[in-house]
């Protein structure tokens, strides 16, 4: 039985297979305790923000061209890097 969806079948295949297959597919499992609804909730949301799951939705939302999505990606690395310096001379005592 063929995995994709009825309207990928045919041309272009292999790129509908990339499309669906391309990310890891990750379960996030949330155990209901005593039926403790609440707690079980914000053990998911806490889960759900450690995946980064609300990140990428955000970013989701519209589509990011190539330049945008570089731009981005080297601002983060910059804002990365700098608050390594600042905890690491935090650290030391400079």
Do not use: W
Request: net charge positive; aromatic share 8%.
């Amino acid at each position: 039985m063929d995995p994709l969806p009825f309207s990928m079948r045919g041309k272009g295949r292999a790129k509908a297979h990339c499309y669906f297959y391309k990310e890891a597919l990750t379960i996030v499992q949330v155990v209901v305790r005593d039926n403790n609804v609440d707690q079980a909730l914000k053990a998911l949301k806490k889960k759900m923000q450690r995946e980064g799951v609300f990140r990428e939705m955000k970013l989701r939302r519209h589509f990011e061209k190539p330049s945008e999505k570089k731009a981005r990606e080297d601002a983060e690395a910059v804002r990365r890097a700098r608050k390594l310096e600042r905890k690491r001379i935090e650290r030391e005592g400079f």
